[in-house]
């Protein structure tokens, strides 16, 4: 009975395993392409909404940008020609427009002056310039202070002064 069993046992498995075994599943190529195409058809809608949200707030902070730093008609201290203001000077600086101001009369060699109350919550600027001339810096400096403070410069009497425009 052993060696029956033996014997069959092989023969059994093989059946076994040979319904075990199926054909592999026939696959419509054109079925994935056609769903590929509707998927990228999705993606492709929703990076172009994407694209236009980011237009439409691009724009918006545009003018905000314009509403808090309106156009000045003309670029200040185009009329300035002073040695002392073509001195090259390296800057970084976030902060207090009065601190900036009176380094960079200090390093071309001019006083500085104060008028007005400064306000309460200080006219910050924020100005990047490896090399620069300390007029471009100036002027930079003046287009940020915008309707909160004016520079005022006197190359004759060798003078920059800080005037705060705020009735705080």
Request: charged fraction near 20%; include cysteine.
């Amino acid at each position: 009975m052993k060696r029956v069993l033996i014997s069959v046992l092989p023969a059994v498995i093989t059946v076994l395993l040979q319904g075990c075994s199926s054909q592999p599943a026939r696959v419509d190529q054109q079925m994935i392409a056609g769903e590929q195409l509707k998927n990228n058809q999705q993606i492709q809608q929703a990076l172009f909404a994407a694209v236009q949200q980011t237009g439409t707030a691009l724009e918006s902070l545009s003018e905000i940008r314009r509403a808090q730093y309106p156009k000045q008609e003309v670029m200040p201290f185009l009329d300035i020609h002073d040695k002392g203001l073509s001195k090259m000077v390296s800057i970084h600086w976030y902060g207090p427009i009065s601190s900036i101001v009176k380094d960079i009369a200090k390093a071309v060699g001019f006083r500085y002056q104060e008028f007005g109350k400064p306000p309460e919550l200080p006219v910050l600027v924020n100005i990047n310039y490896p090399s620069a001339s300390a007029l471009v810096v100036l002027q930079n400096i003046e287009l940020q202070a915008n309707n909160k403070a004016a520079i005022k410069i006197l190359p004759q009497q060798k003078i920059i002064s800080l005037r705060y425009l705020t009735d705080d």
